[in-house]
């Protein structure tokens, strides 16, 4: 579902090439239960690479791709509940995927526009995402950096269409979701130049 970290720092003449770093990026959702209260969750194992032109944001894009088996809600019956047909059927449908096709600065974000491919649904969403000011390099030589995208949706429109009433004569989960997603980038290293023949 992705996600991009886009900051105009340095002038370059082609884009540089990201990648998210796993271990510290994450995909969250909340959602109503009950219509008084709301459930947060996340996904793991969220990957993907970003195109970044500080020279020309809209020249940038991205792509990433989440397993959906990974979804945790803290509760173990529930989260077999949201694996299984009745919503993500993640052994029919393992991945979620979202694929940029515009960036363009709103103010002081960015609006991030792409494809959102969910329950073997593809749509298209607009995620609005923080500009990052810096870079950082990491104790280990990697250059970092990071952002937060937001966005909402409509789980029907993806055919997660499960639901039951409750007694008050509403809906025991929600329509309208809300996403956060929080991404560390860490730019991708050059390959080493090949060894001069002798």
Known sequence: ??????????AS?????????????SAQFSVRHMMVSNVRGEFGNLTGTAMIDD?????????AEIDAATINTREPKRDEHLRSPDFFDVAKFPKLTFKSTKVERAGAQLKVTGDLTLHG????????????VQTIKDGYGNVKRGLTATTKLSRKE????????N???????????????DLELNQ????????AKK
């Open 1 to 10: 579902f992705s996600f991009v970290a886009f900051a105009p720092l340095f």
């Open 13 to 25: 003449a082609a884009p540089t090439e990201w990648k998210i770093d796993s271990s510290h990026s």
């Open 55 to 63: 020279a020309d944001l809209s020249k940038s894009s991205i792509s």
């Open 121 to 132: 649904v593809t749509k298209p969403v607009v995620l609005t995402a923080d500009v990052p």
């Open 158 to 165: 993806y055919g997660l269409n499960w639901n039951k009433m």
């Open 167 to 181: 007694e008050a004569g509403g809906v025991a989960v929600g329509d309208e979701v809300t996403i956060i997603i």
């Open 188 to 195: 991708a290293k050059a390959a080493p130049a090949p060894a």
